[in-house]
Protein backbone atom coordinates (compact mmCIF):
# COMPACT_ATOMS: atom_id res chain seq x y z
CA UNK A 1 0.00 0.00 0.00
CA UNK A 2 0.78 3.15 -0.84
CA UNK A 3 -0.08 6.50 0.63
CA UNK A 4 1.18 10.45 0.85
CA UNK A 5 2.01 12.34 3.55
CA UNK A 6 2.84 16.07 4.14
CA UNK A 7 6.59 16.04 6.20
CA UNK A 8 7.94 18.74 7.22
CA UNK A 9 11.01 19.55 6.97
CA UNK A 10 12.59 18.94 10.05
CA UNK A 11 11.01 15.42 10.06
CA UNK A 12 12.92 14.71 6.92
CA UNK A 13 16.02 15.23 8.31
CA UNK A 14 15.96 13.37 11.50
CA UNK A 15 14.95 10.45 9.32
CA UNK A 16 17.87 10.90 7.12
CA UNK A 17 16.04 11.53 4.09
CA UNK A 18 18.62 14.17 2.65
CA UNK A 19 21.67 12.13 3.42
CA UNK A 20 22.22 10.73 0.02
CA UNK A 21 21.45 14.07 -2.10
CA UNK A 22 24.52 15.90 -3.01
CA UNK A 23 24.30 19.36 -1.13
CA UNK A 24 24.30 21.57 -3.46
CA UNK A 25 21.01 20.33 -4.52
CA UNK A 26 19.43 21.01 -1.39
CA UNK A 27 20.91 23.28 0.35
CA UNK A 28 17.90 25.95 -0.43
CA UNK A 29 15.88 23.62 1.08
CA UNK A 30 17.38 22.29 4.45
CA UNK A 31 18.07 25.60 6.12
CA UNK A 32 16.73 26.07 9.85
CA UNK A 33 14.44 28.46 7.70
CA UNK A 34 13.00 26.49 6.35
CA UNK A 35 11.95 23.34 8.95
CA UNK A 36 8.30 23.78 9.26
CA UNK A 37 7.73 23.97 5.08
CA UNK A 38 5.90 20.60 4.40
CA UNK A 39 6.58 18.44 1.43
CA UNK A 40 4.54 16.02 -0.03
CA UNK A 41 6.21 12.29 0.33
CA UNK A 42 4.87 9.20 -1.22
CA UNK A 43 5.33 6.64 1.10
CA UNK A 44 5.41 2.82 0.46
CA UNK A 45 6.40 -0.13 3.39
CA UNK A 46 7.84 -3.10 1.21
CA UNK A 47 7.55 -6.47 1.69
CA UNK A 48 5.03 -5.85 4.71
CA UNK A 49 3.28 -9.07 4.41
CA UNK A 50 5.89 -11.80 4.01
CA UNK A 51 7.98 -10.50 6.19
CA UNK A 52 8.64 -12.03 9.72
CA UNK A 53 9.05 -10.66 12.92
CA UNK A 54 12.60 -10.43 13.09
CA UNK A 55 13.42 -9.13 9.26
CA UNK A 56 14.72 -6.01 8.01
CA UNK A 57 12.16 -3.42 7.26
CA UNK A 58 11.99 -1.61 4.27
CA UNK A 59 10.49 1.88 4.05
CA UNK A 60 10.14 3.28 0.38
CA UNK A 61 10.21 7.10 0.36
CA UNK A 62 9.42 9.12 -2.80
CA UNK A 63 9.58 12.92 -3.40
CA UNK A 64 10.11 16.06 -5.61
CA UNK A 65 12.36 18.77 -4.80
CA UNK A 66 12.26 21.86 -6.96
CA UNK A 67 15.51 23.41 -7.57
CA UNK A 68 16.10 26.82 -7.38
CA UNK A 69 17.53 27.28 -11.10
CA UNK A 70 17.46 24.45 -13.61
CA UNK A 71 19.91 22.01 -12.95
CA UNK A 72 21.80 19.49 -14.87
CA UNK A 73 22.02 16.98 -12.55
CA UNK A 74 21.51 13.36 -13.24
CA UNK A 75 17.99 12.45 -11.79
CA UNK A 76 16.39 16.10 -12.61
CA UNK A 77 13.86 16.80 -15.05
CA UNK A 78 14.33 19.39 -17.62
CA UNK A 79 12.08 21.74 -15.43
CA UNK A 80 14.47 21.93 -12.82
CA UNK A 81 12.51 19.50 -10.56
CA UNK A 82 14.90 16.77 -8.96
CA UNK A 83 12.93 13.26 -8.21
CA UNK A 84 14.01 11.38 -4.60
CA UNK A 85 13.65 7.34 -4.50
CA UNK A 86 14.91 5.90 -1.69
CA UNK A 87 14.42 3.15 0.53
CA UNK A 88 15.54 2.93 3.76
CA UNK A 89 16.15 -0.38 5.82
CA UNK A 90 15.67 -0.95 9.54
CA UNK A 91 15.44 -3.65 11.80
CA UNK A 92 11.73 -3.65 14.02
CA UNK A 93 12.74 -2.75 17.22
CA UNK A 94 15.62 0.10 16.11
CA UNK A 95 15.71 3.61 17.11
CA UNK A 96 14.95 4.27 13.10
CA UNK A 97 11.96 2.44 13.74
CA UNK A 98 10.41 4.53 16.84
CA UNK A 99 11.27 7.72 14.68
CA UNK A 100 9.01 6.26 12.21
CA UNK A 101 6.37 5.37 14.67
CA UNK A 102 6.92 8.88 16.43
CA UNK A 103 5.95 10.55 13.02
CA UNK A 104 2.82 8.52 12.24
CA UNK A 105 4.45 6.88 9.27
CA UNK A 106 3.27 3.33 9.36
CA UNK A 107 -0.26 2.61 8.01
CA UNK A 108 -1.98 1.18 11.44
CA UNK A 109 -2.46 5.36 11.75
CA UNK A 110 -3.19 5.99 8.10
CA UNK A 111 -6.18 3.57 8.13
CA UNK A 112 -7.61 4.62 11.22
CA UNK A 113 -7.97 8.32 10.02
Known amino acids: ?3 VRCLMIEEMKELDLFDDIEYKYIKHIINDDNDTDEIDVEIEDIDREVRDKDDICKTR ?3 NIVLPVKS ?4 C ?4 ILRVDLVKEYEPNSPYA ?3 C ?3 IH ?7
Open 102 to 104: QHH
Open 98 to 100: SML
Open 61 to 63: FKF
Open 77 to 80: NRNG
Open 72 to 75: SCKN
Open 107 to 113: YEDEEED
Open 1 to 3: MVY
